[in-house]
């Protein structure tokens, strides 16, 4: 039997204290199988990001644990953390954060020069479809190249896991599922187990398993028997 990817136990955020607090993880229980595309869905403000910073290392949590297969993330210090992100997590946010000044070849490079085992930063970018843009600026790209950029610097250093809190957030219906179908065969080809935040419903269709977020809680898991391809999603 392998490990889950994540064991949440209890996880528990509060920010701020007193009349100001606000509870935005609400004891969290949930194991997340490796391998998986895991779509957390729910209203903003219902917790997704921030239950997606902390199983990525990027926040901590106030109360319970969460887990990496066997290792605490709890339980770090900021070293272990950043150790933790560099060996085993890549992340794509909503606004691709690329260095305007650095093509995109650079972009990627930026990350495979302190990886452990990357790839190199011309396959990633092959990957995402981006072969022939490797010397372009994100200045001189669409959104949606953008993001393959962002996507291709978060997979190159071959990650565990890769976190897109509302990957195709910025985008249109044609690019974002280019992006979606980018992250689909990233979970094929690399095993890597994929978790999307997002609010927009008819992407859990591509999900193994989809994750129901409501008031800093999980809902409801539902399991889906087939998945749908990135193409056949209702934008
Ligand atoms: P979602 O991603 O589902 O929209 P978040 O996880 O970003 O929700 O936020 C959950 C709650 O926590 C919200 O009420 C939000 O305002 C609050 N929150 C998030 N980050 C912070 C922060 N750094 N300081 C204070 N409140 C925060
Ligand atoms: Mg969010």
Known sequence: MT????????LTKVYGEGRSAVHALR????????????VLLGPSGSGKSTLLNILGGL??????????RDQMLTDMQDR???????????????????M??????????????????PMDPAEALHMVGLGGRMDHFPSQMSGGEQQRVAIARAVAKQPDVLFCDEP??????????TVLKVLKSVNETLGATVMIVTHAASQAAMADR?????????????KNKTKQSPDEIAW
């Open 3 to 10: 490990l889950p990817a994540f064991t949440t136990k209890n």
């Open 210 to 222: 989809v994750i129901h977020f409501a008031d800093g809680n999980i809902r409801e898991i539902v």
């Open 80 to 98: 272990e953390l950043t150790r933790y992100r560099r060996d085993h997590v890549g992340f794509v946010f909503q606004f691709y954060n690329l």
């Open 27 to 38: 004891g969290v229980d949930v194991e997340i199988p490796q391998g998986e595309i895991v």
């Open 100 to 117: 305007p000044s650095l093509t995109a070849y650079e972009n990627v490079e930026l990350v495979t020069e302190i990886a452990r085992d």
């Open 59 to 68: 926040d901590s949590a106030t109360d319970g644990t969460a887990q990496f």
């Open 168 to 177: 195709t957030g910025a985008l249109d219906s044609t690019t974002g599922r």
